[in-house]
């Protein structure tokens, strides 16, 4: 881009520490998009990649399967609530998002009922880059606004969160429930979007409602997943089951692309099927990539031997107490703290670049967006870096508060 300032060439990181090729050295705020949930360059991950790439980097996942994938498999459904335990492996968040949109259509098809082709999202809401999941991101912040026209009409609409919003949601779906394949939500956090948060009940509120119109219910987890907004997932957190969950981001510790969509026994059975156009119409090349599933069982291992969740709980402290002195500071809208999530809202910023700029001055790489400064450190991080990132922040955020009022 012709408006931002030239990429910073980095030559190798490690825990929460990027080294970059001019000798300079930056706290990591946001762990590559919050993937480096273990931080950067973990031995026990890397060593799980030296051995599988020695075996098998790749094979194709049609007609073969391999113990990484069934392993990684198991261990997912074991840690999702309920009965959600059939794994589907793609190569990208998006995809697994698209996959999982697919599923629940042709759900429908294979019982044949040919109307149910909507998806419902909402306001606030990414769920990715492509055009299937560029038609359920937020029609206005989402990003995506210049392609209004060249997507698929999906219904994106405002969060049942309050009593006018709940009322609305309730009488859009008894109108168009007929139409309406599943609602789709990133649950308790909307992340790129602008790191929003809400209740656990407006989840429970989406269950009960898709239930009894006999929706499914998507939760996106790709965000949330793997301990970052507190528990292991937010589906466990809020203790709401959904029908379908998607999982990519953090899933390889941040190491490889992999994603995952999986479905309850009950939409698997939609598929089981002797007739063969039944099944799945899905099959990315890369399907459940052997070194990628390496990384992420490693991934797993780390949250069973080291603390993550405990260690999480110590960053939502360290990071309310490290934002407090933001709150109610001139041009402030919002601070708010969710699990290793951080978060201070501006009323405007009025350059992203100059902000971002003044961050690697501080020796810390935070990317401010929208209106948000943001934090999503590595989980492991400790505690005098966390101190120095969220220092770096408040600085940041009151000089920038200043300028506009
Ligand atoms: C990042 C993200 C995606 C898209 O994932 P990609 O790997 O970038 O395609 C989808 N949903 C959510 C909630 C995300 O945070």
Known sequence: MKTALPPIPVERASGSRLFLSDGRVLVDGIASWWTACHGY?????????????????????GGLVHEPALNLARR??????GDLDRVFFSDSGSVAVEVAMKMAIQYWLNRGERRRTRIVAFHGAYHGDTFGTMAVCDPVEGMHALFRGVLPEQIVTALPQSEETVL??????????????????????????????????????????????????????????????????????AGVTPDIVTLSKALTGGTLALAATIASSSVFEGFWSDEADHALMHGPTFMANPLACAAANASLDLFETEPRLAQVAAIESGLKEGLAPSRGRPGIADVRVLGAIGVVELEKIRDLEALRARFVGKNVWIRPFGKIVYLTPALSIDKEDLRLLTTAVCEVAAEEGQRLS
């Open 41 to 61: 360059n973990h031995v026990h991950i890397a060593n799980a990649l030296r051995r599988q790439i020695e075996i098998m980097p790749h094979v194709m996942f």
């Open 168 to 237: 609305a949601f309730e009488n859009l779906m008894a109108r168009e429930a007929g139409s309406i394949a599943a609602i789709l939500v990133e649950p308790l956090v909307q992340g790129a979007g602008g790191m929003l948060f809400h209740d656990a009940s407006v989840l429970a509120t989406l269950r009960e409602i898709a239930t009894r119109y006999g929706c499914l219910l998507i939760f996106d987890e790709i965000f949330t997943g793997f301990g970052r907004s507190g528990a292991m997932f937010a589906c466990i957190g």
């Open 76 to 81: 997912l459904a074991q840690l999702l609530p």
